[in-house]
């Protein structure tokens, strides 16, 4: 390829990758930034430690199965470590299930409810929501509350990832079973508060059931140690992979960079990042609920632009290619919080377009040329 054409091929590339890239970043969800240090206390568990702790952990968005992981190992060592109160600070849309199970209720919803450390969940700040699995997970707290403005949103469906696998009186017998364990009435709350701080002076003196007897919340202020706690990077970057929206601009990225690198000679900086992409996109898709069929059009599609490219045709093929990767798109998610928006599919059809008809054009032409 003549020096001066790969260079702006490379800048267009580039110039295609920023916008995508910005998007990337926007759609990766990352932890709630902790508020200002809070003080509270609470009445040891029996074996806990003299000067009582608080432990807070944020639950952001959709919990799959980095986030379940997470809260599962925290809340296991604050068991270990004898904290006196877990305090979850959630917004989130619904949950993924993890493996079979015969109840709609999330396995880290059943986990809060058996630990033997009190667990207070908060859905916060104002505008934050607790619905489908999330609320499960709401419910099986001992302490359930939300701060002004928060929405408990509907509870079906309680699976994200099988909408259609429990009915509703299923989901509802078993949320109103799990809140029935803490003395509640489904959809009920203990407090109302705008924060953390004034949830924890709202709660003392209550008492908390745990599986490892009763405790009473004592939380006088300025007395105890407040711990906030962030997934790690790597649970992190899990957890923003899973992300329906972050997984499709990940995968038509990186079929874009691995085309492109198909048709250049060698195997360069453009195919490794292209294989690293498509491998965040294929994380993403393991985990995320999609439709087989939806994600074998939409893979259609982009075979078929590569195909018009490489026989030079830029004709009915690309045409039929746009059209299947618009379908896949649109039918690709499994239900509403996992689609992918129409605003989303409009872009991803129309950068397709822009790179395998013009860029992907000059670029076999110009090796052509180069050829000869």
């Not at 490794?272 to 994600?295: K, T």
Request: hydrophobic share 50%; net charge positive; glycine share 12%.
């Amino acid at each position: 390829m003549p020096s001066t054409v790969r260079p702006t091929l490379l800048r267009i590339l580039a110039a295609l990758a920023v916008p995508m890239g910005a998007l990337s970043v926007a759609f990766a969800e990352t932890p709630t930034a902790p508020s200002a240090s809070a003080t509270a206390s609470a009445s040891p568990i029996p074996g806990g430690p003299a000067a009582p702790v608080v432990d807070i952990l944020d639950v952001p968005g959709v919990i799959d199965p980095s986030i379940a992981r997470y809260l599962t190992s925290e809340i296991a060592d604050a068991e270990r470590r004898g904290s006196s109160l877990v305090l979850l600070r959630m917004d989130s849309a619904g949950a993924l299930k993890i493996g079979d199970d015969s109840s709609p209720a999330p396995p880290v919803a059943r986990r809060i409810a058996a630990a033997r450390v009190p667990v207070a969940v908060w859905v916060g700040p104002r505008g934050a929501r607790a619905a489908g699995g999330a609320r499960f997970v709401l419910e099986a707290a001992d302490v359930a509350a939300a701060s002004p403005g928060a929405r408990i949103g509907d509870l079906h469906p309680a699976d994200l990832g099988s909408p259609g696998r429990w009915t509703r009186l299923q989901e509802r017998a078993a949320l109103e079973a799990l809140a029935a364990t803490n003395g509640r009435r489904s959809g009920s709350l203990d407090a109302r508060a705008s924060g953390a701080e004034g949830l924890l002076r709202a709660i003392d003196g209550r008492v908390a059931r745990t599986p490892a007897g009763t405790v009473v919340l004592r939380l006088p202020e300025r007395e105890t140690l407040v711990r906030f706690h962030k997934p790690g990077p790597i649970r992190r970057a899990l957890h923003g992979l899973a992300n329906p929206a972050l997984a499709y601009l990940l995968l038509l990225g990186g079929v874009m960079l691995v085309v492109f690198e198909l048709f250049q000679p060698g195997f360069g900086v453009a195919g490794v990042s292209g294989a690293l992409v498509l491998a965040g996109a294929a994380y993403g898709f393991s985990v995320l609920p999609v439709r087989p069929w939806g994600l074998g059009v939409l893979l259609l599609g982009l075979a078929l632009f590569t195909w018009d490219v490489a026989v030079h045709g830029l004709g009915v093929p690309s045409a039929l290619g746009a059209a299947a990767v618009a379908a896949g798109s649109l039918t690709l998610g499994t239900a509403g919080a996992l689609r992918i928006p129409g605003w989303l599919v409009a872009l991803g059809v129309l950068s397709c377009v822009m790179f395998f008809v013009p860029i992907m054009t000059v670029a076999v032409r110009a090796r052509r040329a180069e050829g000869d």
